[in-house]
Nanobody, 122 residues
Framework: QVQLVESGGGLVQPGGSLRLSCTAS????????MRWYRQAPGKERELVAS????????DYADFVKGRFTISRDNARNTVYLQMNSLKPEDTAVYYC???????????????WGQGTQVTVSS
């Protein structure tokens, strides 16, 4: 079955950096886009960044442009989120997600990881 396992969260001071990882299994990883979402306490889950199956199409939410970088290693079935210049408002649980129409038109259901906590505080 499809599994997404995040890691790399933690406590960091404002201005610091963290790298999140999400390792996938149970589907053909390179055929599907991967996304990072986040959810802060009392707020709705929001899309942070997305990357296409081959890695050629990348999008970011405005609030992370220039600070976060999404990438993927299809040989390792892993997607990353490099987060630099972190701010207290980046504090949230970060989730890895996949699903939708793949590279060859095959539909994959929506799947989520368990989430990893990122706390930005001095």
């Amino acid at each position: 079955q499809v599994q997404l396992v995040e890691s790399g969260g933690g406590l960091v001071q404002p201005g610091g950096s963290l790298r999140l990882s999400c390792t996938a299994s149970g589907f053909t990883f390179s055929n599907y886009a991967m996304r990072w979402y986040r959810q802060a306490p009392g707020k709705e889950r929001e899309l942070v960044a997305s990357i296409s199956g081959a890695g050629g199409v990348i999008d970011y939410a405005d609030f992370v442009k220039g600070r976060f970088t999404i990438s993927r290693d299809n040989a390792r079935n892993t997607v990353y989120l490099q987060m630099n210049s972190l701010k207290p408002e980046d504090t949230a649980v970060y989730y890895c997600n996949t699903g939708g129409r793949g590279r060859f038109g095959v539909l994959l259901n929506d799947y989520w990881g368990q989430g990893t906590q990122v706390t930005v505080s001095s």
